[in-house]
Nanobody, 122 residues
Framework: QVQFVESGGGLVQAGGSLRLSCTAS????????MGWFHQAPGKQRELVAG????????YYVDSVKGRFTISRDNAKDTVYLQMNSLKPEDTAVYYC???????????????WGQGTQVTVSS
């Protein structure tokens, strides 16, 4: 059974930082590209950042380039998203999933975790 468990969200002021974590189970984590998605109220879920299976390749949507860093620890089946210089428009629920390719927005599994809420106040 595929499962993703996200954590690390919270309420932060603009300019602040958060570090999100996502632990996967039910998949061979080390061979999967992984991605972080966000979903704001009334909007579709979209890819924010992706990382290749070995960690050597990364992708970021333009709006987070230079502020967010995705990383992974294959020994812990965990992917991270370091979020710096947060803006109110980053407010959303953040989810992780495996990706078919690390630089595309296509998730690999239909199973999603509960997500973690990030709220950035101005």
């Amino acid at each position: 059974q595929v499962q993703f468990v996200e954590s690390g969200g919270g309420l932060v002021q603009a300019g602040g930082s958060l570090r999100l974590s996502c632990t996967a189970s039910g998949i061979t984590f080390s061979i999967n590209a992984m991605g972080w998605f966000h979903q704001a109220p009334g909007k579709q879920r979209e890819l924010v950042a992706g990382i290749s299976s070995g960690g050597g390749g990364t992708y970021y949507v333009d709006s987070v380039k230079g502020r967010f860093t995705i990383s992974r620890d294959n020994a812990k089946d965990t992917v991270y998203l370091q979020m710096n210089s947060l803006k109110p428009e980053d407010t959303a629920v953040y989810y992780c999933n495996a990706l078919t390719l690390y630089f595309t927005g296509r998730h690999k599994y239909d199973s999603w975790g509960q997500g973690t809420q990030v709220t950035v106040s101005s």
